[in-house]
């Protein structure tokens, strides 16, 4: 029989969301009349607006007619896309042959890891988006976890934590090493500042690192003087790629569209652009964005869908807010929580001092019969967190705050 490849086994249980998802599940069968509201994942709930909707459509009836219909298209992305994600996103910091389209950032952050291969040293924020790091374990560059089960080998953790202002000490980045960094974040909320980034691009630069930089929720940012790119800091080019994705901003979760970023001037140490075999690899294991897809993005970055978008997005926004309240009334103040997030960003993220998070996972979804998720799921540093996301139907998310007032800790 066929060896199973060793990198699956040096996961550890399950990634975080089925876990939960299997939690919720038992409860509610032992529980059958319990009405479970979810704050857990940051799946979108609200529907496609109507512009982006009629640019959908507008690509689904020329495909039926003769004259109209395509097969496959560019791997890299319908061209007047790739201009308009460059002009409407990037005001021109980017070049539209630097954009490729994509199926999504977590699809290309899979495809990233297949680019620089199992050698590479890998750095990440913690706590972080799950992917980066049991993606790197898939493929070889990290694993298995310490004795101690706090972290794979390999991996250097970052500690964001409330003392840092969530943002690490980047000393920590070993040499020629991948460094992964979200803004806003998943889980924290945070955003790095213009100084911070700054600093980040200058430590990648020093250790001949490269930074894959996730803005999928930069649509979230109000404050005027947070950077929705890392191409915004000077010499960023030749030291980080972007990933980032049309999935929250306009309701594509499901729809599926995202795209990178990779300047020209990206080397590896050989000299090779890294362009040159992002290239590669994007025309040999992927076969191009949907067209309809890509045609709702087009929709999307004209004037009246960046007003949807922002509508959307303020909507997400709005029950940020209220969570924000209800984490700060009297009995989680009594507990001693501090509240972090949500003002540009779709996620709160809290403190519960001297508490494990599934402790508290268990105890709201017990007594309030509402789904969060445990902080400790997105890396050593976010024990005693809960990560509460602002995905949800204002009706939906004010019952759950309703119930979580009177949540007795
Ligand atoms: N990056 C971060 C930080 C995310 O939180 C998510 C989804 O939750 C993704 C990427 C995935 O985006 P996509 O839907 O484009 O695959």
Redesign the pocket.
């Known amino acids: 029989m066929l060896n199973r490849n060793k990198n699956f086994a040096n996961l550890s249980s399950g990634y975080l969301f089925p876990e939960i998802s299997k939690r919720r599940a038992a409860y509610a069968k032992a529980h059958p009349g319990a009405k479970i509201i979810s704050l857990g994942?940051?799946?979108t709930t609200e529907p496609l607006t109507s512009h982006i909707v009629e640019g959908l459509h507008a690509e689904v009836t020329r495909l039926g007619t003769a004259e109209g219909y395509s097969g496959y298209g560019d791997e890299t992305g319908l061209p007047s896309l790739r201009a308009k994600i460059a002009e409407v996103l990037y005001r021109g910091l980017v070049s539209a042959e630097e954009v490729f389209v994509?199926?999504?950032?977590?699809?290309?952050?899979g495809r990233i890891q297949y680019l620089f291969g199992s050698s590479v040293p890998v750095a990440v924020q913690d706590p972080a988006?799950p992917?980066y790091v049991d993606g790197s374990v898939m493929v070889g560059a990290a694993g298995p976890v310490s004795a101690g089960g706090t972290g794979y080998a390999g991996i250097t953790y970052m500690p964001c934590t409330a003392e840092n202002g969530f943002f690490p000490d980047l000393s920590a980045i070993p040499a020629n090493s991948l460094v992964y960094f979200?803004s806003p974040?998943?889980p924290t909320g945070a955003v790095a500042t213009k100084a911070q980034l700054a600093s980040l691009v200058a430590a990648a630069r020093s250790k001949g690192s490269i930074i894959i930089f996730?803005s999928?929720?930069a649509s979230f940012i109000r404050d005027p003087a947070l950077p929705l790119s890392i191409f915004e800091i000077p010499g960023a080019r030749e030291c980080a790629m972007e990933?980032?994705?049309?999935?929250?901003p306009i309701g594509?979760?499901g729809v599926?569209?995202?795209w990178s970023i990779v300047p020209k001037e990206l080397r590896f140490a050989d000299g090779t652009p890294v362009m040159q075999d992002w290239t590669r690899l994007m025309t040999t294991i992927f076969n191009g964005a949907s067209n309809i897809a890509q045609h709702g993005g087009l929709a999307s970055l004209d004037a009246k869908g960046i007003a949807e978008t922002r509508e959307l997005t303020d909507y997400y926004l709005k029950n940020a807010q209220t969570i924000r309240t209800v984490l700060a009334g009297p009995n989680f103040r009594k507990a001693g929580v501090e509240i972090f997030g949500g003002d540009n960003a779709p996620y709160v993220w809290a403190r519960f001092p001297g508490r494990k998070s599934w402790e508290i996972f268990d105890l709201i979804l017990d007594t309030c019969h509402v789904v969060c998720t445990p902080g400790a799921g997105f890396g050593p540093a976010g024990e005693s967190f809960i990560r509460f996301s602002s995905f949800g139907h204002h009706d939906q998310v004010a019952e759950a705050c309703e119930r979580l007032s009177t949540l007795a800790l």
């Open positions: 994942i940051g799946n994509s199926d999504g950032a977590k699809c290309d952050i988006y992917v979200c974040n998943n996730d999928a929720y990933i980032s994705s049309f999935s929250k594509f979760t599926r569209l995202g």
